[in-house]
T-cell receptor, first 116, second 112 residues
Framework: EADIYQTPRYLVIGTGKKITLECSQT?????MYWYQQDPGMELHLIHY???????EKGDLSSESTVSRIRTEHFPLTLESARPSHTSQYLC???????????????FGPGTRLTVL | GNSVTQMEGPVTLSEEAFLTINCTYT??????LFWYVQYPGEGLQLLLK?????DKGSNKGFEATYRKETTSFHLEKGSVQVSDSAVYFC???????????FGGGTRVLVKP
């Protein structure tokens, strides 16, 4: 079944630790995204990718980094977690370009990160 | 630039009440419009969409009509259920492959 997966769903970690949030999709989509959702619910795009070896900064500056070595995989890494990184992180994917007339994004269930 | 404004919540309703969530947008071109829903503890799901003016998107009893003249895409449901309690996001995209611009979200709570 085509889907988009995120692990872990919940993560509580101490300050200074390195973490990687995993995102995988089996939908065959080229484009992938990471959003940060603050407690006030607003969604901020922090990274996106057009395909393999493509990574772009989003609208909100983030200390996290991403990589896209495989089409289906788009992990997000924080080298040194801080309490200000506490948030919900949502991964999404979509088709890119001509095959679709609109940019419907499909979202994973999210990872809720708490940094103590 | 593009922007989406939706009514602030929370919106609290009784079961079987009528729901309206206002959404207006600003865009330089001819965007596609979306409503996404986020149930507690989950990611976003596409609820409905409209790709051109006067299109009506509908799903699960929800409807929204793309009004170019008023740059609006208001979400409506005639009779809400407790299971409709969620956060609703209005969003736009200007072209295939382009980024989505989201509104701030509206929390809806339906009481039995």
């Amino acid at each position: 079944e085509a889907d988009i997966y995120q692990t872990p769903r919940y993560l509580v970690i101490g300050t200074g630790k390195k973490i990687t949030l995993e995102c995988s999709q089996t939908m065959g989509h080229d484009k992938m995204y990471w959003y940060q959702q603050d407690p006030g619910m607003e969604l901020h795009l922090i990274h996106y990718s057009y395909g393999v070896n493509s990574t772009e900064k989003g609208d909100l500056s983030s200390e996290s980094t991403v990589s896209r070595i495989r089409t289906e995989h788009f992990p997000l890494t924080l080298e040194s977690a801080r309490p200000s990184h506490t948030s919900q992180y949502l991964c999404a994917s979509s088709e890119y370009g001509g095959r679709s007339s609109y940019n419907e994004q499909f979202f994973g269930p999210g990872t809720r990160l708490t940094v103590l | 630039g593009n922007s989406v404004t939706q009514m602030e919540g929370p919106v609290t309703l009784s079961e079987e009440a009528f729901l309206t969530i206002n959404c207006t947008y600003t865009a330089t071109g001819y965007p596609s419009l979306f409503w996404y829903v986020q149930y507690p503890g989950e990611g976003l799901q596409l609820l409905l969409k409209a790709t051109k003016a006067d299109d009506k998107g509908s799903n699960k009893g929800f409807e929204a009509t793309y009004r170019k003249e008023t740059t609006s895409f208001h979400l409506e449901k005639g009779s809400v259920q407790v299971s409709d309690s969620a956060v609703y996001f209005c969003a736009l995209s200007e072209a295939a492959g382009n980024k989505l611009t989201f509104g701030g979200g509206t929390r809806v709570l339906v009481k039995p």
